[in-house]
């Protein structure tokens, strides 16, 4: 097997991973590593091979999964949300949503209402 197919196999296996576990709020790299059986380093560098940083790409999924329960949960407080969507707290999340919209949870939720 090739190197470039090795690593592509690599990688679709790392961003499996990522996906399936990103709602765990303790999930890091470590635990891709031991799952793998390759060093956080290694798994870093792969990922900086198609351009990507473990954790933005871990805070995106995450972003992505609280606007949705943002969308179809309307009687759950932000806070058990962020936690749901695997955010360690609300603050963290406020800090990535804001990021990614440079907007407040509070004026998206009023502008999607």
Same mark, same amino acid.
């Given at each position: 097997?090739?190197?470039?197919?090795?690593?592509?196999? $690599?990688?679709? %296996?790392?961003?499996?991973?990522?996906?399936? *576990?990103?709602?765990?709020?303790?999930?890091?790299?470590? *635990?891709?590593? #031991?799952?793998?059986?390759?060093? !956080?380093?290694?798994?870093?560098?792969?990922? $900086?091979? #198609? *351009?990507?940083?473990? #954790?933005?790409?871990?805070?995106?999924?995450?972003?992505?999964?609280?606007?949705?329960?943002?969308?179809?949960?309307?009687? #759950?407080?932000?806070?058990?949300? @962020?936690?749901? @969507?695997?955010?360690?707290?609300?603050?963290?999340?406020?800090?990535?949503?804001?990021?990614?919209? %440079?907007? !407040?949870?509070?004026?998206?939720?009023?502008?999607? *209402?």
């Amino acid at each position: 097997m090739s190197d470039l197919i090795k690593r592509n196999s $690599l990688f679709e %296996q790392i961003i499996e991973i990522i996906d399936n *576990n990103f709602k765990d709020n303790d999930f890091s790299l470590k *635990n891709i590593g #031991y799952k793998v059986g390759f060093s !956080t380093k290694t798994i870093q560098n792969i990922l $900086l091979k #198609y *351009n990507m940083k473990f #954790y933005s790409y871990l805070q995106s999924k995450r972003c992505i999964e609280f606007e949705y329960l943002i969308s179809t949960n309307k009687n #759950y407080n932000l806070e058990y949300l @962020a936690v749901a @969507a695997g955010f360690k707290n609300l603050s963290a999340a406020k800090r990535e949503f804001y990021k990614k919209h %440079q907007s !407040t949870i509070k004026k998206y939720i009023e502008n999607t *209402n």
